[in-house]
């Protein structure tokens, strides 16, 4: 039993770390960080507060399972992860729209989209978007007891928001790195269309 213990350990480590190092875990937070102006501690803050809504959501899900038994699974992935691309789509929209106003208006004041809007956006993105690779590894768990199924929740929170911020801060570095002063009046416009593309391909993935 212990083996088998282990090896549900192993698994979910592997699943989360390979879930959380998809873009749409890191990358639209480094880039709005960016753009949004929040320094790197802020970017951070943010990023571990959606990896864990993230983390916390699919411990939940897959705790019911657990009790209710895997049916529900194809339903949660059919409906949940095409939400989660919608979302990041939309938030790209706002920021292409945001971007031509400006230019628009020859509005030269740089100013940023409200924060608390994104950051709510940000978090539902990934709240909306369990893991559902790891639903079946509760479901084997819950054979043994509730401790156990704690423990994976533990390694799966800790392995996701840990690849999340490890990617999210190398990016954000890298964009500060970058000489944008040509491209910085169309800063928000790329960004925006940076994030539908991910969102676009996030939907046709998963469809």
Same mark, same amino acid.
């Given at each position: 039993?212990?083996?088998?213990?282990?090896? !549900?350990?192993?698994?979910?480590?592997?699943?989360? @770390?390979?879930?959380?190092?998809?873009?749409? +875990?890191?990358?639209?937070?480094? !880039?709005?960080?960016?753009?949004?102006?929040?320094?790197?501690?802020?970017?951070?803050?943010?990023? /571990? $507060?959606? $990896?864990?809504?993230?983390?916390?959501?699919?411990?939940? =899900?897959?705790?019911?399972?657990?009790?209710?038994?895997?049916?529900?699974?194809?339903? =949660?992935?059919?409906? /949940?992860?095409?939400?989660?691309?919608?979302? @990041?789509?939309?938030?790209?929209?706002?920021?292409?729209?945001?971007?031509?106003?400006?230019?628009?208006?020859?509005?030269?004041?740089? %100013?940023?989209?409200?924060?608390?809007? =994104?950051?709510? %956006?940000?978090? *539902?993105?990934?709240?909306?978007?369990?893991?559902?690779?790891?639903?079946?590894?509760?479901?084997? /768990?819950?054979?043994?007891?509730?401790?156990?199924? @704690?423990?994976?929740?533990?390694?799966? %929170?800790?392995?996701?928001?840990?690849?999340? *911020? $490890? !990617?999210?801060?190398?990016?954000?570095?890298?964009?500060?790195?970058?000489?944008?002063?040509?491209?910085?009046?169309?800063?928000?416009?790329?960004?925006?269309?940076? @994030?539908?593309?991910?969102?676009?391909?996030?939907?046709?993935? +998963?469809?």
């Amino acid at each position: 039993m212990q083996n088998t213990i282990i090896s !549900l350990m192993a698994a979910t480590f592997f699943i989360a @770390l390979t879930h959380a190092i998809m873009p749409t +875990h890191w990358m639209p937070f480094a !880039l709005v960080g960016r753009e949004q102006k929040w320094g790197l501690t802020k970017t951070v803050f943010v990023t /571990a $507060g959606a $990896g864990l809504g993230h983390s916390l959501i699919t411990s939940v =899900i897959g705790s019911v399972i657990a009790l209710l038994g895997f049916s529900i699974t194809e339903h =949660i992935e059919t409906y /949940a992860e095409p939400l989660s691309g919608s979302v @990041l789509i939309v938030i790209g929209i706002v920021f292409i729209i945001v971007g031509r106003l400006k230019h628009k208006r020859h509005n030269h004041n740089h %100013s940023e989209l409200p924060d608390k809007a =994104i950051i709510i %956006s940000l978090f *539902l993105m990934l709240s909306c978007s369990p893991c559902v690779a790891l639903l079946p590894i509760f479901l084997a /768990a819950s054979t043994f007891s509730w401790t156990t199924l @704690l423990l994976l929740a533990i390694i799966l %929170s800790v392995t996701t928001i840990s690849g999340m *911020l $490890g !990617l999210t801060i190398l990016t954000y570095k890298g964009i500060k790195k970058i000489n944008i002063c040509k491209i910085e009046p169309y800063e928000k416009e790329i960004v925006g269309g940076i @994030l539908t593309t991910i969102g676009i391909v996030f939907l046709v993935v +998963h469809h």
